[in-house]
């Protein structure tokens, strides 16, 4: 169940009650693709840093190790020893940006595996199914994410398509939720809007998909190549025809400001594989900006990666020795900066939801894109 505790002008402080406990939004979820964080970060590291929820990847584990292994285990909670909640993507996207050779007809998809070449169909049907083996907490729908340069009668049909693929994807989940071998009989449903740049397309699939009374509701196929500014013209006009009573999460989705903007527009729920890529390449988020500890200028200072940052890498090591790491190219120095960045962005989360609380969401908003922009030079 989710309940908006306070409100800023678009933006929502929530909590969202699940069958693996309770989220507390705006809420940014750890993408562990292939059910672990990429840089050697492990559960306990996660309970460390604020983790609230996780999200894995369909395709990624359909295809390694199966999602029947996963299955037979127990599912991905037990699988990961991980009890809170966790997000599973459909795949679509991956089948759409991964895989090699595919053909869209309206059952589905007929790919090529990026690991083996196998030959592999998924469609609506086979999504659910597999995330209801997965188990997941939440599942997402399965969709279509059309190229941001396609044209218009291209997104008009794919948006359709993927509007009835929706309403297969929910009275399958309905029967998988009802069967005796399910793990998660609570699995949870949410929806995506699509529609590239164009506004009406995006309102018009909105207000379809605002009538099927899902448990939350996405926005999908942004920061794939359009202007910040156009993503964030989409997420102002969609938002207001998602229905309100219901969490919103904008897919992929981003950089710390990105995040801000987000969460101003009224959104709840986020992703980005962006801390744990850059942390693994040395780039650091810092709440004075990003910091690259490559750089030569970092050899003998002592300092840690954020004065004042509470996390595993902050409180005991320098930015010389982590660079040190980094350069010797010891797994070391690749966890700690991931788990930095990661706590960074958890971090961040929980000052959002406590501004929001406080009712100053919009001054903290101001001071940090400002301090985040300033400190480059650090
Ligand atoms: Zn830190």
Known sequence: MYKILKQEGAAKRAEFQTVHGTVQTPVFMNVGTIAAIKGAVGTEDLEQIGTQIQLSNTYHLHVRPGDEIVHKLGGLHKF???DKPILTDSGGFQVFSLAGLRKIKE???YFHSHIDG???FMGPEESMQIQSNLASTIAMAFDECAPSKA????VQNSVDRTARWLARCKAEMQRLNQLDRTINKNQLLFGINQGAV????RIDHAKRIAEMDLDGYAIGGLAVGETHEEMYHIIEETVPYLPKDKPTYLMGVGTPANIL????RGIDFFDCVYPSRNGRHGHLYTKFGKINLFNAKYELDERPIEEGCQCPACRRYSRAYIRHLLKAKEMLGMRLCVLHNLYFYNHLMEEIRNALDEGRFAAYKKEMLESMAAGEQQ
Do not use: A, L
Request: proline share 0%; hydrophobic share 35%; net charge negative.
């Open 80 to 82: 990961m020893v991980w």
């Open 107 to 109: 059952e589905g998809v």
């Open 118 to 120: 196998r030959k592999i």
């Open 151 to 154: 044209d218009r009668s291209y």
């Open 198 to 201: 164009y506004e009406d397309i």
């Open 261 to 264: 903007e987000g969460v101003e």
